[in-house]
């Protein structure tokens, strides 16, 4: 909406505008300018502040992926997502050998000068947290920064907040639902150079961010367990289809060494009224000129069933700055939905 | 030497001529009429047979490596060996859930219609061992087949003299010594279709078993576990360098498939005297013509550090099968000694 109408002001003018265009029944209202202070007044009580996309302590990483999150609240040491990090996730349920090579894992790969990144979960994620806490450790939650999920990482939760960072695509005092999970899980590989898989279920959230992580393009690796413990099904299974194997820190670490190395690149900072809106692509004249014919030719190609965005863009013979726009339209206009790793399929009305 | 000198009568009396040819300062002596007579007596006592290369029960797999062995002592049901086999190996020092995986993964190979061969070991091997015993277990062992080794495995060696077999390459009787290990792994690699390796620390005996199969063509896969136990060090690190990762009999069976569907071809039964000559390639005029030459050829090349024949055949340009008579020769002459993997290097005299 930024490359499209100009500035933030006039692209929160535009949604109403925008909503009615698409027969939307229910009415789409921007955040009003009280709302939003009142937010930051209370992320100001709370300790947190917001990064932009663009901005940047935005991670670089993520600020690459499909569907970054424009808005990241922040709990903590916010200076940790300027560094590069390592995803280490897992099972809940996880075994005592498990934990500890978890936490031991997270140490290891502090040491190695990594930030290590997970969700806050009980098991594998408490135990790489609490090895990395020393070293830089970012939980990235499914709610709210503000709110402890679940009840027995409270501890962790206060130490995170005060030595590592909390890390929430939703505002704060949202309390995280089922649906919040895939979500979440996308910003933890998205914000990491590699993914570590320790212990994981078949069909298990682990497995999700594994599968992310390989759509963005991250390294996946996976730890070794007996055929005979069901936790390590799904970490064997991902080994089987080429994660890389596991035993140490250093086998991340020398896998990812070339990524590690790359310093990262310094960008501008931007004001918060246009986040570096000049590195977008821009449309042309001429992609504006195809945009009422643009939604046919989208709705018409799509259904129930969720379709690649890049899918769309051949067969509908745009450019995919052209397709952005008007799949944002969309959206706005309550007619498109999107499912994490760029998929679209029509909105049920 | 059949091929060279057209029958086992007429290379028995070579064999004294070629070794003062080289200058050798022991003796070497073939077995006489009556020691052979004494051996055949003793084996029929024992229960046991011996089969020969070349003769129908010699497992087509094993006759087709660069240094299968010329005689097989056989206790026990001789025609398993004709069925198509897999071998489990894996640390003596195995832990329970080793042992387990390990006696269901032999059970469950054997359902799928494949005879399992080990080393009669302690740990994954005697585990191996048990779980195949109903539908067919092969023990290759080190010593001659009548010594029992490791004591503790007595009861299992007599179930496998009843309902499996016992194979050994050494003769009866003869005590097993480190030395013999490595060449009988080279056996249990060479009859299998695949070797599976279950818990291995690193720097062990299954991980030559292993790296065998693999010179010898054979698939080789791993079953994973955790890197907390040095026990699944080895076999970790067989995964991590391309070996079949291996959860259940499921992923055996389906990997060798097409190998175990292809019906084994008849083979002509052949007498003792002249096990298939007819099948080996012969050498012409000209190579026998090259052989005095020759020897100066290969004995220029090799040192002390082993060197494999194929380097050795490019290196003289000679064709293999005169390669092989003229380092026939020079072993019986005591001038160049053999590695396992087809590795010659110059005998120490």
Redesign the interface.
């Known amino acids: 909406m930024l490359r499209r109408f100009g500035s933030a002001r006039a692209s929160l003018e535009m949604v109403p505008q925008l909503a009615r265009r698409g027969e939307r029944s229910k009415t789409v209202t921007a955040v009003t300018r009280s709302e939003a202070e009142a937010e930051l007044t209370a992320l100001h009580r709370a300790g947190a502040r917001m990064i932009f996309w663009g901005e940047p302590l935005y991670p670089g990483a993520l600020a690459a992926i499909d569907d970054a999150p424009t808005i990241l609240t922040v709990l903590g040491r916010a200076e940790l997502l300027e560094r590069p990090m390592v995803a280490v996730v897992g099972a809940r349920n996880a075994s005592a050998?498990g934990r500890?090579?978890s936490r031991d894992l997270a140490a290891s790969l502090g040491r190695g000068g990594v930030v290590v990144v997970s969700g806050l979960a009980r098991g594998i994620d408490a135990a790489a947290h609490l090895g990395a806490l020393e070293t830089g450790s970012v939980a990235v939650v499914a709610g709210g920064v503000d709110v402890v999920y679940p009840a027995e990482n409270r501890g962790l939760h206060e130490a995170l907040a005060r030595d590592g960072a909390i890390v929430a695509e939703l505002p704060l005092g949202t309390e995280p639902q089922a649906r919040h999970f895939p979500r979440r899980n996308r910003i933890i590989s998205g914000m990491a150079l590699g993914v570590v898989v320790v212990e994981a279920a078949a069909r298990s959230g682990s497995l999700i961010t594994a599968r992310l992580a390989l759509e963005q393009g991250r390294d996946v690796f996976a730890?070794?367990?007996?055929?005979?413990d069901p936790r390590?099904?799904g970490s064997?299974d991902l080994?089987?289809h080429g994660a890389t194997?596991?035993?140490?820190g250093e086998d991340v670490l020398s896998q990812l060494g070339p990524l590690l190395e790359r310093t990262p690149q310094p960008r501008p900072a931007q004001s918060v009224e246009t986040p570096n809106v000049q590195s977008w692509p821009r449309l042309d004249a001429s992609d504006l000129a195809k945009d009422d014919s643009g939604f046919e030719l989208i709705l018409e190609r799509l259904g129930p069933a969720p379709v690649a965005v890049d899918e769309l863009v051949r067969q509908c013979h745009l450019s995919a700055a052209a397709m952005a726009t008007l799949l944002l339209e969309l959206e706005l206009a309550g007619r498109v939905e999107r499912h994490p790793g760029n998929l679209i399929y029509c909105a049920s009305t």
Chains 1, 2 share one sequence.
């Open positions: 050998n500890r090579f730890v070794p367990g007996s055929p005979l390590c099904r064997n080994l089987r194997l596991t035993e140490s």
